[in-house]
């Protein structure tokens, strides 16, 4: 039986498991993260692959990282939360562990992970689409992880939707997660509360009158009850995500795409919408197949299962 | 020496050409197209054959075909300006010629003839943006042509870059090619020019004061001899497909980028601007490597060559 | 009894009507108008004027056009539709009928008749927007009609919306007129129609399967059904009137806005969205007091009625 | 000799000035604004006239306040920097002072200032763009403060000119003021300084390396001085400027344009890309007269002229 491990290395913890063949978690274990100090989540890595070795016969470790990964999955280039400038994150932690170790982007991670076990499983394209604090996606293209030239691709979130829009946090005007991912979503609707607006007063009422208690969580349950406003809202930022997923179709042509982040909890009040909003921004409807949209299966653990599976690869 | 025979069926001519390896074509030959007439076209790509046939030793065929084409690279699901729906065109091609034939979209033969012999031969991925009626696109990611899960991607030009803008044939609204084709290029230089702005002046006087005689070429030969109207409509061209190349950037990472299409002769002119406004709508600059933008080299034999070129793959 | 003669020259008929001090239309009579033959329609004019001086005691003539009219209410600068051109028509007419002559433009005299007699009489100040072929608009600040600086106010269908937009009749991209006219209502429901959106089928039922016959009559009485493709068109059509009127009131703190136009015969299908768009597009709710939106009362008579009224005054 | 006196309540300081019939400030004084205590604010202002009244026999009474005032010109509907909510500040006043006294939109009354003894005296319309903070504006119209149905008018800043755009303080999404004001300039030079454009870093220099140094004044110096990067910046401020301003001469046909505010120093640096872009965006060029676009000539006292001049009307 051949075991790897997985690490998703996130902002405040460090997640190690150990996944069999079948994208089935044997044993998961977290710690936090040290922060920005990169030998020290070295260091972190390293005891948790240890710990998990002691118990499970482990022969490869994949590391899921936010971040530019260079195309030999080894090299961090960048990464936004970490001190890491091209970090050689495969030969540190291979030095530690004395085990061969793969470094891949996060979000490529886990649109293998969708892709091999989870949503994705009957697919050979698939773009995975996170709707979380931003929107991250990652491409499987021809049963292949995408990585780009450089390995900075499917950074789809900063495609640009809207001319001198919203102003994105990279710096530039109307990038796609500024309209379609859950910061957008608890941003506009509190920006609606705030307003008096009579649709919202649902949400805030939930929310104890306090605006800032507007949460994603918290709009998703509201429109699960019912809530028109907190409806209205998920079905604005699904009509987003369809529209910017059709122009993501009209360049990849995926079989697929499947919905991750935390968002993607809304189920069918995000993805109908969706997927209206999709179809209706395809060009040659009718002398085409219409990729489905899903909704994502492994949650928040599709990068660490992803990246130990790509670890065997 | 391995020959292989590349056909372009465009709108008003069907060419043909024998390739050698190198991607050099050693005779072409060009017949009126039959238009929409599917069988008559399919009789005269298998005269064109038959004929370059008798004086060279030709092994297989390659065909580029505007339109959607199936991944086994036989049959073209859709083609706009022809009459073929679902039609077997490489069943119906081989019947006639007796010899190996596949099919391929036209803009990803493009792509891979400059990718194979052009713009880009010293390259793994490339992106090719035509800049001609409308803007076509062609993908070779890690040396292969991208095809897509339906042999419909790489269609760049509607992909959406303004929300509720100007309205495209496709019959969406703000299409990439409404903005940064030959077409918009015209268009907007008419505008101009109907309006009575100064700077127009130039041109009208080239066109002896027709509008409709303001044509593409007719911009490119007055910015080249330093009219400030046509340059500055060359520049707003270049600005739109800097903006929009920077978005297919972050979802593509490709690592170098071919522009062609009948506008590219004018060069930096239009690719200068198309590099500004390109480096300055990326995410991460100064972390990633930044693609370089090239002129196509084959012109409009890219498709021939290249299509000849991919059925011997 | 002081009764005035008020006259609308539209594209195809001119109509004339004796105007009493309560609004109130006498008598009126059509003629068919001349076309671009200036002097013939100034004949035509002033044919109607002796006819109906035959019967009533007419004291005044108040002409609507469209077009620019000066602000001393006596010379067209500019007409689109007739070839006046600086054209004395208040001189030329008064030569031929011997009476005092008032020119107004046309959607001011509207605005004027609404504010007299119709929607907005008992308010002080209003802006008339009418809904048709185009959007047009009138004001009337303080009790009086404005005619801005140079004659050429008001023009709110060229205010622009979207920037790199829809392209217009007038060489702009993005006017208002092409997101809130009765023209776009029918070019986004044979969009649909034609995309093959099941949303619009119901309205393609109704016009034969003929695109061309899904007009802006057919979309109201599709609507007034219960057809939701109908009522959806209509919603969107209310959303960028509401939103580009609140943009205008910002500018202007209407006391009251009155729709006018073929498509305002939608009612509350058209108005209640726009009510919904435009209070929540209104910076300082809960601060300012948020003007009334009204359908005009007066049709496609304001005009005449405002025009009569203004040349007594 | 009829004297006034004028009262301009800013954000940190109460001015106060004697104004004679030909636009003269005789005397002025300055106290601490005391903030958002409304009381304590009503106590200055009475100290400040009481003290001018010592030495000049002032008449009346104006007062230039941001916020909403009512169209008696005697209420603070709603002031976003002080505590005034339907304040009856006229009446106040009058108890304290024992003089006439008029409120009025400090906007307002600054055009009024600009209009009858500043860079509109020879006009009968004039539009004043105030570029800031945020963008304001005033209207005089057919010689009259134009105030609207409800003392809320002129509101230009909040036009929307970009649908789904920057984020605006009072809650909408893409105001005229988040692109044409004095906050965007530097929003924008910021954001490109960061970038490390290379066009950036003269006006980087200037701010010694820190990019919070870089303000309005820096960027108007260095486009003075010839650096490239401020002067591209001004010139796309201009455009936003010009452009907007072409939407509200279709609405208001002013007869002229001034353009006050801090901004404004730029000269023409600002000014002439912002009258090209108007006169480009124009309905009708060639058949209407194109209002002048000017640069204010009383700075910012004119808002205290201008309350004083209108407390004698």
Chains 1, 2, 3, 4 share one sequence.
Request: charged share 25%; hydrophobic share 45%; proline share 3%.
């Amino acid at each position: 039986m051949s075991l790897a491990c997985g690490i998703d290395v996130g902002g405040t913890k460090i997640a190690g498991g150990v996944v069999d063949l079948d994208g089935v978690i044997i044993e998961e274990l977290r710690v936090e993260s040290p922060a920005t100090d990169a030998e020290a989540i070295e260091e972190a890595i390293a005891g948790l692959v240890t710990q998990l070795r002691e118990r499970h016969p482990i022969e490869t470790v994949g590391v899921g990282a936010a971040g530019y990964v260079d195309k030999s999955r080894a090299v961090v280039l960048f990464a936004p939360n970490v001190a890491w400038r091209n970090e050689d994150l495969k030969g540190e932690l291979e030095k530690r562990v004395q085990l061969p170790v793969v470094i891949e982007n996060d979000a490529n991670a886990a649109a293998w992970g969708e892709f091999a076990f989870g949503a994705g499983r009957d697919a050979e394209d698939l773009l995975l689409v996170t709707v979380g604090t931003g929107v991250g996606g990652g491409l499987v293209l021809d049963g292949e992880v995408y990585r780009g030239a450089n390995g900075v691709g499917a950074e789809i979130g900063h495609m640009r939707v809207v001319p001198n829009g919203i102003l994105c946090g990279c710096g530039k005007h109307g990038c796609f997660e500024q309209y379609a991912s859950g910061s957008a979503l608890v941003r506009e609707a509190r920006s609606l509360a705030m307003s008096g607006a009579q649709i919202a007063q649902g949400m805030l009422r939930r929310a104890g009158g306090d605006l800032q208690k507007i949460t994603g969580p918290l709009i998703t349950e509201a429109a699960r009850d019912g809530d028109a406003g907190a409806r209205q809202q998920l079905a604005e930022l699904g009509r987003w995500l369809g529209e910017g997923v059709a122009s993501l179709t009209e360049i990849l042509d995926p079989e697929v795409v499947v919905v991750g982040g935390g968002v993607s909890e809304a189920d069918d009040l995000l993805l109908d919408p969706m997927r209206e909003a999709f179809a209706g921004q395809l060009v040659g409807r009718g002398f085409r197949p219409i990729p489905g949209i899903r909704k994502a299966e492994l949650g928040n653990r599709a990068g660490l299962i992803g990246a130990a599976d790509l670890s065997r690869r």
